[in-house]
Structure formats: structure tokens, C-alpha cells
């Protein structure tokens, strides 16, 4: 693939990826109106997604 075609298409998968953490956030934080209860699964959520995108 030429770097002419690749590095736009790349910026609009950054751009994408970066608008799907807030919107899979916001049902957790809809779900448990307790902060103490929301606090699990708001920390556990990004925990899990983690090691899928390559980060440790």
C-alpha cells in the first residue's frame, strides 16, 4: 500500500478508535449511579481492554 493511502487511513482509524472508549464508558457510568459500586467496573472495563490492544 502506497504511504500516500496509508497514513490518511490510519489517521481515520486514531480518530476512531479514539471516539469508542468514551461512548463504551458512558452506559457504566449510566448503570451504577453509586460511586462506590460504579468504581469496580469503570476501573475493570479499561483494565480488560488493555491487553487486547497490545498494552500491558
Do not use: E, N
Not at 463504551?24 to 475493570?44: E, N, S, W, Y
Not at 479499561?46 to 498494552?55: F, H, K, S, T
Amino acid at each position: 500500500m502506497r504511504p500516500v493511502t496509508l497514513i490518511p487511513a490510519r489517521a481515520v482509524l486514531g480518530v476512531g478508535g479514539a471516539t469508542l472508549m468514551p461512548s463504551t464508558m458512558a452506559p457504566l457510568r449510566t448503570m451504577f449511579t453509586d460511586p462506590a459500586r460504579g468504581a469496580k467496573p469503570v476501573g475493570a472495563a479499561p483494565a480488560l481492554r488493555g491487553p487486547g490492544a497490545g498494552q500491558p
